[in-house]
């Protein structure tokens, strides 16, 4: 199984400064079909998940330009460039390459200093 | 728009069987390839349970394979979810999804979500 690590768990940011997730797979997301299959998703308190990013880079419809993915082969980022006080809560990569197994990260917490 | 709503029983005792309906609105279940459950224990992160195509094929998580069966009624717009021999480790909010697509193909990601619904197993 592709193992998902997100760093950090946990990220105290400022109001209106950026920030920074990533995401390390345990092996390459590249698909036989040349695609990368890395998204990554919001979770807000109480909330089911909603989709931010999809193949790496590609934001979903709705999502604020604020929001960047970047990265490749085993590496991603997500980049929120000026944090807002709606931007709280919890956001997960995902993978799925390795289709039909699809496999989260473990989720890192954002929060307001 | 398609919306999902996840239905059943919020209090299984163990031993039991788990059972979920997730009601698709505003399309047709065969507009889109993958529905998928997908579920996430109190205070943890989330993990894909399994999927079914409209057409009926499906893929199971190796770990969660032996005991659960997903199931589609084109009929009622709607999937389903078995989950047998449950124990408390099966507590988890519960949430159906939907594949993300276009004319290209798969996006590889769940772009539809239901609520959730929290399931407790106790006796």
Redesign the interface.
């Known amino acids: 199984?592709i193992v998902m690590t997100q760093t950090p768990l946990s990220s105290p940011v400022t109001l209106g400064q950026p920030a920074s997730i990533s995401c390390r797979s345990s092996q390459s997301l590249v698909h036989s079909d040349g695609?990368t299959?890395l998204?990554w998703?919001q979770q807000r308190p109480g909330q089911?998940?909603?989709?931010l990013i999809?193949?790496i880079s590609?934001r979903?419809s709705g999502v604020p330009d604020r929001f960047t993915g970047s990265g490749a082969g085993t590496d991603f980022t997500l980049r929120i460039s000026r944090v807002e006080a709606e931007d709280v809560g919890v956001y997960?990569c995902?993978?799925?390459?390795q289709?039909?197994?699809?496999?989260?990260?473990?989720?890192t917490k954002l929060q307001i200093k | 728009q398609v919306q999902l709503e996840e239905s059943g029983p919020g209090l299984v005792k163990p031993s039991g069987t788990l059972s979920l309906t997730c009601a698709v609105s505003g399309d047709s279940i065969s507009s889109r390839n993958w529905w998928?459950w997908v579920r996430q224990p109190p205070g943890k992160?989330?993990?894909?349970i399994g999927?079914i195509y409209h057409s009926g094929s499906t893929?199971y998580?190796?770990s969660l394979k032996s005991r659960v069966t997903i199931s589609v009624d084109k009929s009622k717009n709607q999937f389903s979810l078995k989950l047998s021999s449950v124990t408390a480790a099966d507590t988890a909010v519960y949430?159906c999804?939907s594949?993300?697509q276009d004319s290209s193909g798969?996006?590889?990601?769940?772009?539809i979500?239901?609520?959730?619904t929290m399931v407790t197993v106790s006796s």
């Not at chain 1, 089911?48 to 989709?51: A, T």
């Not at chain 2, 992160?45 to 894909?48: K, N």
């Open positions: 199984d695609n299959y998204s998703l089911p998940p909603r989709l999809y193949k590609n979903f997960y995902m993978q799925a390459t289709f039909p197994l699809y496999t989260f990260g473990q989720g | 998928s992160g989330l993990e894909w999927e893929n998580n190796p949430y999804a594949e993300s798969s996006h590889g990601a769940f772009d979500w239901g609520q959730g």
